[in-house]
Every structure is written in C-alpha cells, then in structure tokens.
Nanobody, 124 residues
Framework: QVQLVESGGGLVQAGGSLRLSCAAS????????MGWFRQAPGKEREFVAV????????YYADSVKGRFTISRDNAKNTVFLQMNSLKPEDTAVYCC?????????????????WGRGTQVTVSS
C-alpha cells in the first residue's frame, strides 16, 4: 500500500520560512518524479514544483520561483519543499504526489499517488 505523508506545515508570518517534508512508503521511491501541489479554499489545485527521479532536474511554478526549493533524499524516501519569503497568497493545503511518467509534469491528473496534505498559513 502506497503512502505519502506530509509534515512541516504551520502558521508563519509573511516573510518567514517553512520546510515541508513528504515521506513515502510502499513504492520504489527512486522510480518516481515527485511533485508538490497546493490548494487554497475555493480554488483549484495548483502546481508548485516537481523534481526528477535522481534529483537532477527541477521545475517550478512562476509564482514560487526563486522563493521555493524542492529536493529529495532517495535513501530516506523523502521529498522536501523549502519555502522562503512566504506571502499570504501562499496560504493553502500543500500535497505531495508521485508520478511514474518519463518527463517532469505539472498536471495533477497525471500523478499516480497523493498524500493528504499539510496546512500552510501565512499571516500578513
């Protein structure tokens, strides 16, 4: 049974930082590209970042480029999202997802497995 479990969310002031983690089990982690998505109340799920199987390639949404960094540790089956210079508009539930596809993808419908998410709230 595949499980993706996010942690590290919380309440932070604008300009602050958080580091999210996503621990994977039940799958061969290094066979999957890993993505982070977010969903704010009343909005559609939004792509944030994705990292390739070996960590050598990454891609970011324009809205987070230069502020967020995605990374992974295949030995620990974990993917991370370092979020700096947070803004109130970053407030959302953040979910990680696993994609066995051959290229980095941004569409949530193409991902195979999902975590339940962790809440990030940025106060102004």
């Amino acid at each position: 049974q595949v499980q993706l479990v996010e942690s590290g969310g919380g309440l932070v002031q604008a300009g602050g930082s958080l580091r999210l983690s996503c621990a994977a089990s039940g799958l061969t982690f290094s066979n999957y590209n890993m993505g982070w998505f977010r969903q704010a109340p009343g909005k559609e799920r939004e792509f944030v970042a994705v990292i390739s199987r070996n960590g050598g390639n990454t891609y970011y949404a324009d809205s987070v480029k230069g502020r967020f960094t995605i990374s992974r540790d295949n030995a620990k089956n974990t993917v991370f999202l370092q979020m700096n210079s947070l803004k109130p508009e970053d407030t959302a539930v953040y979910c990680c997802a696993a994609d066995r596809g051959a290229v980095l993808r941004t569409s949530p419908s193409l991902y195979d497995y999902w975590g339940r998410g962790t809440q990030v709230t940025v106060s102004s």
